[in-house]
């Protein structure tokens, strides 16, 4: 199984602040990445796909990079909707593991 | 617009077998373009991923579940299913079901759209 590490566990940020979480997978999934919002009672929402791929309808302040190991998700202006659990998830190979999530926290 | 929606028990007792129906609205089971997935997320854990179908019937299942899981599909009612036998207290979840989008001109897949999910509770 390929593991998926994200860093940090959680974080606390104010409104307007830049966020960056990242993903580590143990072996190469070339740009195999997709990233999720969660918040609480809901399901995942898909924010980012093929790691830099903005999906339809989420807001521009939301990018994604990297490709083979290492991965980042940034928030380029927090903004109070933007305070939730973050999970990144590999498609490149069965089982498709998620990382353990990242909660951004209100400072 | 896609829809889907799990229904089941919301308690199981151990040692029995969990089923599970995911009913989709919106898009057809049987397109080619698509997958159909089971999450899984205990509360307050992180998501776990339990496997997938595809219209042709084959499927993928997550090894540490394997022996345990079986997935179906009925086109004519536009559902598909999840099944977990031998339940522990460990199975204890919110089970969600997810559409697998296939092809989006990069490195696809990815889970465009969920269900609400159920949680199942396994207790005496």
């Known amino acids: 199984d390929i593991q998926m590490t994200q860093s940090p566990s959680s974080l606390s940020a104010s409104v307007g602040d830049r966020v960056t979480i990242t993903c580590r997978a143990s072996q190469s999934i070339n740009s195999y990445l997709n990233w999720y919002q969660q918040k609480p009672g809901k399901a995942p929402k898909v924010l980012i796909y093929?790691?830099?791929s903005l999906q339809t309808g989420v807001p521009s302040r939301f990018s994604g990079s990297g490709s083979g190991t290492d991965f980042t998700l940034t928030i380029s202006t927090l903004q109070p909707e933007d305070f939730a659990t973050y999970y990144c998830q590999q498609s490149y190979s069965t089982p498709k593991t998620f990382g353990q999530g990242t909660k951004v926290e209100i400072k | 617009q896609v829809q889907l929606q799990e229904s089941g028990p919301g308690l199981v007792k151990p040692s029995e077998t969990l089923s599970l129906t995911c009913t989709v609205s919106?898009?057809?089971?049987?397109?080619?373009?698509?997958?159909w997935t089971w999450i899984r997320q205990p509360p307050g854990k992180g998501l776990e991923w339990i496997g997938e179908i595809y219209h042709s019937g084959s499927t993928n299942y997550n090894p540490s579940l394997k022996s345990r899981v079986s997935m179906s599909e009925d086109t004519s009612k536009n559902q598909f299913s999840l099944k977990l036998s031998s339940l522990t207290a460990a199975d204890t979840a919110v089970y969600y079901c997810?559409?697998?989008?296939?092809?989006?001109?990069?490195?696809?897949?990815?889970?465009?759209?969920w269900g609400q999910g159920t949680l199942v509770t396994v207790s005496p």
């Open positions: 093929a790691a830099s």
């Open positions: 997810a559409r697998v989008l296939l092809h989006c001109g990069g490195d696809c897949p990815l889970l465009d759209y």
């Open positions: 919106g898009g057809a089971v049987s397109s080619e373009s698509y997958y």
